[in-house]
């Protein structure tokens, strides 16, 4: 950021920088986080991006993804978000992908006026997935009696440890489809004239930058240094705009394992467990590009 005093100075002492703000938006989408994993969320980047964008005299606010997609929510959120600063400080909003910009990751890229990729970067998969596990065979083998109570006959409906039911299926792809129809208008919405008619565009499958640049999902090649130093010249300065941190650098803690201020086991041995499935989630997300 430009030093405070700066105006005050002789023309001759004050720096004649560029200032380009950098916010970094990586890891998957999620509403929730915790200390074991990188996620992104609304609420985790509004700080950050509310500071890149109240640096008045930046030309543009650069975005870096880097993420295999997740909620679809939190990425409508943070996608509109970006787009709703944009119009409020009038700022070109410049996005480079890095490793991928995938399913929620993508949606996000959008937000940029322009997309820019690394060849090699992984880009599209425009689609809805959701996944999960059955154990019904597993508890039968341990003796393990699944019990369920409910005041509505669709309340437990895609329970893993019971069996699948054809009409909670065909409930769920409808559901999908409706958020798939909602990614696909915002997609055609950001890119416009830009998308070539490819039949494979928005059936969930992915490509390369260099790929994807034929196809419209991009808008260039190249890394968030040398463009910038191209569009505003050798005295740019791209300037890393950080979240908000808690004491000592920390994010504040999310509570888990204590109880009434005092250590709970029960509740660390249980937040332990779900931050290793949802680690194990995240992993396969990532895995799905090969990385």
């Known amino acids: 950021m430009a030093f405070p005093l700066q ?5 001759r002492f004050r720096s004649d920088a560029i200032i380009v703000p950098v916010v970094r938006l990586s890891g998957t989408i999620m509403a929730s986080s915790g200390p074991l994993r990188q996620s992104l969320s609304l609420a985790g980047v509004a700080g950050a991006l ?3 964008f109240a640096v008045k005299k930046a030309p543009a606010v ?7 997609g997740g909620s679809p929510v939190q990425s409508r959120l943070i996608y509109q978000r970006i ?3 944009a119009a409020e400080k009038n700022k070109t909003v410049l996005v480079f992908v890095e490793d991928v910009a995938a399913s929620g990751g993508y949606m996000i890229a959008c937000a940029g006026d322009e997309i820019i990729a690394d060849p090699s970067s992984i880009v599209g998969s425009i689609g809805v997935v959701s996944g999960g596990f059955g154990f019904v065979d597993m508890i039968h083998k341990l003796g393990i009696e699944r019990r369920v109570h409910s005041t509505g006959e669709n309340k437990a409906r895609l329970d893993p440890f019971q069996p699948e039911r054809p009409e909670d299926i065909a409930h769920l792809l ?3 489809a409706e958020v798939h129809e909602t990614f696909i208008d915002l997609v055609k919405a950001s890119r416009g004239d830009r998308l070539v008619d490819d039949p494979d565009l928005f059936t969930g499958q992915f490509w390369s930058g260099k790929r994807g640049l034929s196809l419209g999902l991009v808008d260039g090649l190249g890394d968030l240094r040398a463009v910038l ?7 740019v300065k791209p300037t890393l705009v950080q979240p908000n941190r808690g004491l000592f650098g920390r994010r504040p803690a999310t509570g888990i394992g204590t109880a009434g201020g005092m250590l709970d086991p029960a509740r660390i041995g249980a937040g332990a467990a779900e931050q290793l499935a949802v680690m194990a989630e995240e ?5 799905r590009f090969g990385l």
């Open 283 to 287: 992993r396969l997300a990532w895995a």
């Open 62 to 68: 650069a975005i870096l993804v880097n993420s295999p």
């Open 50 to 52: 509310d500071k890149a």
């Open 174 to 176: 409808a559901l999908q």
């Open 7 to 11: 105006k005050y100075l002789p023309k």
């Open 229 to 235: 130093r191209e569009r505003y010249g050798v005295k």
């Open 83 to 85: 787009r709703d600063l």
